[in-house]
């Protein structure tokens, strides 16, 4: 089966760093995308990764390792704006896509 | 101006009730969507609408329905509502939904509770 494993949950705290990470296994692979889902909000767009290494944008980045399915969402200087829960999908050899259940991240100050 | 756009934002019915969701997006994207998340916060695909075909999760019951009036709405129509419906339902919209880098744009959620 397809499965996307993700942490539950994360606590960090406010000006410091924080990695989330995502391993897949999935039925081919056309690229992983992290969004970001405020409390009682919809899911934005992020990010999105199709080749191996990093791709940064702005306080955010994420990398991708396909050799071992794998990503992670990095993201610096936090703010407690972004207390929000970052969901990891993959998008299938059909073009569909697979989502995590999400990591609730808590910032502190 | 917003670019996906799904009313009602919140909807209480009784079991058994039929009910429908309306979502519209004016991005000119082809391909329209609708997602189920559950308590578990899990993301699940129930359809996919573009002017070519659907493409229905088959784990989705008959009693959910998606209809297109046109590219730029994809109504969700649910008959004999029942207790395990109860979730906040997603509309989205991708401009090409058979291309990897298919970002989606999603509505604010319609929250159903079904009593």
């Known amino acids: 089966g397809q499965n996307i494993d993700q942490p539950t949950e994360m606590t960090a705290t406010e000006g410091a760093i924080v990695q989330i990470n995502c391993t897949y296994q999935t039925s081919g692979f056309n690229g992983l995308f992290w969004y970001q889902q405020h409390a009682g909000e919809a899911p934005t767009f992020l990010s999105y990764n199709v080749l191996d290494g990093l791709e940064e944008k702005g306080r955010f980045s994420s990398f991708l390792s396909r050799s071992k399915g794998y990503s992670y969402l990095l993201l610096k200087e936090l703010q407690m704006k972004d207390s929000a829960s970052y969901l990891c999908?993959?998008?299938?050899?059909?073009?569909?896509?697979?989502w995590g259940a999400g990591t609730k991240l808590i910032i502190k100050p | 101006d917003t670019a996906v756009s799904q009313t009602p934002k919140y909807l209480v019915t009784q079991m058994g009730n039929d009910k429908s969701i309306k979502c519209e997006q004016n991005l000119g994207h082809d391909t329209m969507y609708w997602y189920k998340q559950d308590s578990k916060k899990f993301l699940k695909i129930m359809f996919s609408y573009n002017n070519k075909e659907l493409i229905i999760n088959e784990t989705v019951p008959n009693r959910f329905s998606p209809k297109s009036p046109d590219k730029a709405h994809l109504n969700l129509h649910i008959n004999s509502l029942e207790l395990g419906d109860s979730a906040v339902y997603f509309c989205?919209?991708?401009?090409?939904?058979?291309?990897?880098?298919?970002?989606?744009?999603f509505g604010a959620g319609s929250r159903l509770t079904v009593l």
């Open positions: 999908a993959v998008m299938d050899s059909n073009y569909q896509l697979i």
């Open positions: 989205a919209s991708s401009q090409d939904g058979s291309s990897g880098a298919n970002v989606l744009t």
